[in-house]
T-cell receptor
């Protein structure tokens, strides 16, 4: 079964501290993985995808097939990073599967 | 202003009534999706369409119906058969139907059943 797990519903870090949002997936094929972000009063939008291997707003995410993980990381959190983050998997049947989301709060 | 437009933003309905949520996109995208967002449950797929006049059920299609008569439009009807319709509904589109591309989301519609 295809599934995305985000174990933390809420995560708080201090400004300038490193942040890691966890994402684990279950998928038998070659996964397409994404992180989406929703800032306050804004639409849900793509933050990054594993295939691009790029850093967006200082965030990176590495696909670890052995651990079936796609954790989102940033070395120094900023207040503007406070948002809701969703990990998503592109699976069979042309469907996207989303995790339950992690609400990140960066404390000034 | 390009993008996805959902209407209405807020909708109230009485039990037993059907209601239709509108989703329009001017991005020339082939694929469109409807998700339901409930607290603590993330986004769950209701229906999706990869091309005009074709659509497939998602994980929670019961009590919902859709149509895709035009490329730009993908309305969702919440029928009286949907047991727990109060929720936040998100429409999205992507340039093609494969689950590899970026999803573009609307601002959402919040439905409350009284």
């Amino acid at each position: 079964a295809q599934r995305v797990t985000q174990p933390e519903k809420l995560l708080s870090v201090f400004k300038g501290a490193p942040v890691e949002l966890k994402c684990n997936y279950s998928y038998s094929g070659s996964p397409e993985l994404f992180w989406y972000v929703q800032y306050s009063r804004q639409r849900l939008q793509l933050l990054l995808r594993h295939i691009s291997r790029e850093s967006i707003k200082g965030f990176t995410a590495d696909l670890n097939k052995g651990e079936t993980s796609f954790h989102l990381k940033k070395p120094f959190a900023q207040e503007e990073d406070s948002a809701m983050y969703y990990c998503a998997l592109g699976g069979t049947g042309n469907q996207f599967y989303f995790g339950t989301g992690t609400s990140l709060t960066v404390i000034p | 202003d390009g993008g996805i437009t959902q209407s209405p933003k807020y909708l109230f309905r009485k039990e037993g009534q059907n209601v239709t949520l509108s989703c329009e996109q001017n991005l020339n995208h082939d694929a469109m999706y409807w998700y339901r967002q409930d607290p603590g449950q993330g986004l769950r797929l209701i229906y999706y369409s990869q091309i005009v006049n074709d659509f497939q059920k998602g994980d929670i299609a019961e009590g919902y119906s859709v149509s895709r008569e035009k490329k730009e439009s993908f309305p969702l009807t919440v029928t009286s058969a949907q047991k727990n319709p109060t929720a936040f509904y998100l429409c999205a589109s992507s340039i093609w139907g494969g689950a590899t591309g970026e999803l573009f989301f609307g601002e959402g519609s919040r439905l409350t059943v009284l």
